[in-house]
């Protein structure tokens, strides 16, 4: 079935360092990518997608790129904001499928 | 263009008693899914409904959950008889349907409680 993993969380970094959090993914077919936000107390927010191989997500800063090579999704920012903090989630979904969400990866920025 | 509706916000039930949690997806949506959401850990499919069918239920438990989506009026989540393992955020999402381009909107969540 499909899945998908991501690093395993908290992330802790000072204001203004470069973030990456990976993700990978199994899946048949060609599924759509997506990295979801949630914000504490909050539900989930889409924060960005990519439907085919090589495509580039992208919104607020945040960026990935849909690698069918490596079966991967990386979510990358070039420098947090303390306003980055929350929980990123990695998802996926086929058509016909419902959607698959990874655990999440829990980020802490400190000014 | 109001979101993805849910309530009650936060649900207190003894064990024993019954919980029902409500979804209004957005407007123009056919398609909605309950995930469970225990602290500190991520989402966990439970089922994924269109109009008046189940599509898929493959993560709900098979004893005491049932969910439905109406042709008319939310989706219900039901959980009969909680027990204090039920405590946890239960969101909903709904999309507007299967195509290339579909996203999952959110709601805010329910967090049920069990004493």
């Known amino acids: 079935g499909n899945s998908v993993t991501q690093m395993e969380g908290p992330v802790t970094l000072s204001e203004e360092a470069f973030l990456t959090i990976n993700c990978t993914y199994t899946a048949t077919g060609y599924p759509s990518l997506f990295w979801y936000v949630q914000y504490p107390g909050e539900g989930l927010q889409l924060l960005l997608k990519a439907t085919k191989a090589d495509d580039k997500g992208s919104n607020k800063g945040f960026e990935a790129t849909y690698r069918k090579e490596t079966t991967s999704f990386h979510l990358e920012k070039g420098s947090v904001q303390v306003s980055d903090s929350a929980v990123y989630f990695c998802a996926l979904w086929n058509y016909g499928q419902n959607f698959v969400f990874g655990p999440g990866t829990r980020l802490s920025v400190l000014p | 263009n109001a979101g993805v509706m849910q309530n009650p916000r936060h649900l207190v039930r003894r064990r024993g008693q019954e919980a029902r949690l409500r979804c209004s997806p957005m407007k123009g949506h056919s398609h909605v899914y309950w995930y469970r959401q225990l602290p500190e850990e991520g989402l966990k499919f439970m089922v994924y409904l269109q109009k008046e069918n189940i599509i898929d239920e493959s993560g709900m438990p098979k004893e005491r959950f049932s969910a439905e989506f109406p042709k008319e009026g939310p989706s219900i989540l039901r959980i009969q008889q909680v027990v204090r393992g039920d405590s946890a955020a239960y969101f909903c999402?709904?999309?507007?349907?299967?195509?290339?381009?579909?996203?999952?909107?959110f709601g805010s969540g329910t967090q049920l409680s069990v004493l």
């Open positions: 999402a709904s999309s507007r349907g299967q195509g290339l381009n579909e996203k999952l909107f």
